[in-house]
């Protein structure tokens, strides 16, 4: 099967929310370390989590879902908005 960046980034995606099986992880490593501009978006897409997380006062692991996220984000911007 050939190598898909578009796929790959958006299984990152899912990874990083914590959607992914055990087998799908496995995969997506193996997948990052075959191609490095892959490993490059992950590790970039996982900073910018983190520190948005941070950001909003996240534990450092950020647990958060898409839809608790988008809220503390609007939020975030009302209160600032004031």
């Known amino acids: 099967m ?9 299984k990152i995606v899912l990874l990083l929310d914590n ?10 490593r193996d997948e990052l370390i075959a191609c490095p501009a892959c490993l490059e978006n992950y590790e970039m ?4 989590k983190e520190m948005l997380c941070e950001k909003l006062k996240c534990m450092e692991s950020c647990e958060c879902n898409e839809e608790q996220l988008k809220s503390k984000i609007l939020s975030k911007i009302r209160n600032r908005e004031k």
């Open 2 to 10: 050939e190598h898909q960046c578009d796929e790959i980034f958006k």
């Open 19 to 28: 959607e992914l099986n055990q087998e799908e992880k496995d995969w997506l």
């Open 45 to 48: 897409e996982k900073d910018f």
